[in-house]
């Protein structure tokens, strides 16, 4: 005798639980966009990591578990072992640093005090003085209150940073159960479209990884000639770490040109002197080093990124500036540093639908037999997956 059947939904019934779900989903989307956002500077993180994970993977005899431990927590080690063993080292440099910046805002603040007498004419910038002042005591008293609403938001951003870093280490270790996962949601005679699609979508986001690569090498070149002419020691170490940080935008400059400047006015340079005064002449220094930092990173920014991202990944340079543009004041870094692949993957999304809709094939001539490798990798590991499942069971 036959098990009774479980009945099929209805078609009516189906869309209503596809938009149930749709409209839950988005609605939680909404409610913790925040958290969101953390688990998507994750994924791009471990993005940006994985190709060493597949390149140490298929040179050595390594598992993929062993190989996302090892370049995990090498990066980690750089990114915050180094960083949080030289702070200790520079505390002394941070602090006289400091001390000199406070000293010249309280000269600044006696000097515009002082109705300023030129020829015949006297200026009066006794209020900007006493806003240079009354700024410096809040910046250096905080109130109670201040403190305490700082020592809370410190509180959470080190809980979000762990969120990170841990979810970072589970999209590497189980991106490929993820990927197989995606697949299946797909009724099965479309998922060999959905790899190949796949395939076409991470060779968008391998092109961007390329082009990053190479405007960081670019600006870590041009801004170790720069700090070179200038006479900044260390040209080479900072000109390195402009490179890297440019891959952040807003925040990765920033620290690059304050450690850039905070060298000028400790150690100042081997090749300008305009003053006597060493202080002043650091001072000085500083000031040229800030400006050359400032044209040469609005010249990234209006130029060479949107002309590198342009080539790499085959769109036009101006709409890619735009782009950025709009992004950066729509959702700041995170909008900057994602739109531009971003919308290239829609464009490949929404080409896909296209020919769909049209009852075209779904891929240009070509582009079957060009993505398919990716695939059939795809397949293999898979396969790969479920013997080792196999094994342990």
Do not use: C
């Amino acid at each position: 005798m036959k098990k009774n059947q479980p009945s099929q939904w209805s078609p009516s019934f189906r869309y209503t639980m596809a938009v149930i779900v749709l409209v839950f989903v988005t609605a939680l989307l909404i409610y913790a966009r925040e958290a969101v956002t953390m688990f998507v500077i994750a994924a791009f993180t471990a993005y940006l990591i994985s190709p060493a994970v597949v390149l140490l993977k298929d040179n050595t005899r390594l598992s993929r578990t062993a190989a996302v431990n090892i370049v995990y927590f090498t990066a980690l080690i750089v990114l915050v072992g180094i960083p949080a063993a030289l702070t200790p080292i520079f505390f002394d440099e941070i602090r006289l640093v400091a001390q000199d910046i406070l000293e010249l805002s309280n000269e600044l603040s006696a000097f515009l005090s002082n109705p300023i007498r030129f020829g015949g004419f006297v200026i009066h910038l006794e209020q900007i003085g006493e806003s240079l002042a009354h700024f410096q005591d809040n910046m250096l008293s905080p109130l109670p209150e201040e403190a305490l609403e700082l020592l809370e938001t410190t509180s959470i951003n080190v809980l979000w940073i762990l969120i990170i870093l841990v979810s970072v280490h589970l999209f590497m270790s189980e991106w490929p159960r993820i990927r197989e996962w995606l697949f299946h949601l797909a009724p099965e005679e479309y998922q060999d479209e959905i790899k190949i699609l796949y395939g076409r979508l991470r060779e968008v986001w391998m092109a961007y990884l390329r082009g990053q690569i190479v405007l960081m090498v670019v600006v870590g070149v041009v801004f170790t000639i720069a700090w070179s002419v200038i006479g900044i020691p260390g040209a080479l170490v900072l000109g390195v770490i402009a490179g890297l940080f440019t891959l952040v935008p807003d925040v990765g400059p920033t620290v690059a040109a304050i450690l850039a400047v905070g060298v000028t006015l400790l150690e100042g340079s081997t090749r300008i002197h305009v003053h006597p005064d060493p202080t002043m002449n650091n001072l000085i220094v500083g000031g040229i080093t800030l400006v050359t930092y400032i044209i040469l990173i609005n010249a990234k920014n209006f130029f060479v990124r949107p002309i590198i991202m342009g080539r790499s990944l085959h769109m036009n340079e101006a709409l890619i500036f735009v782009a950025i543009l709009t992004a950066t004041i729509l959702w700041g870094i995170l909008g900057a540093l994602l739109i531009v692949p971003l919308m290239a993957s829609i464009s490949v999304v929404m080409e896909y639908l296209r020919r769909r809709i049209l009852g075209l094939p779904p891929f240009a001539e070509g582009d079957a037999e060009k993505f398919k490798m990716p695939a059939e990798k795809i397949k293999k590991r898979s396969l790969s997956l479920k013997s080792t499942k196999r094994v342990k069971k």
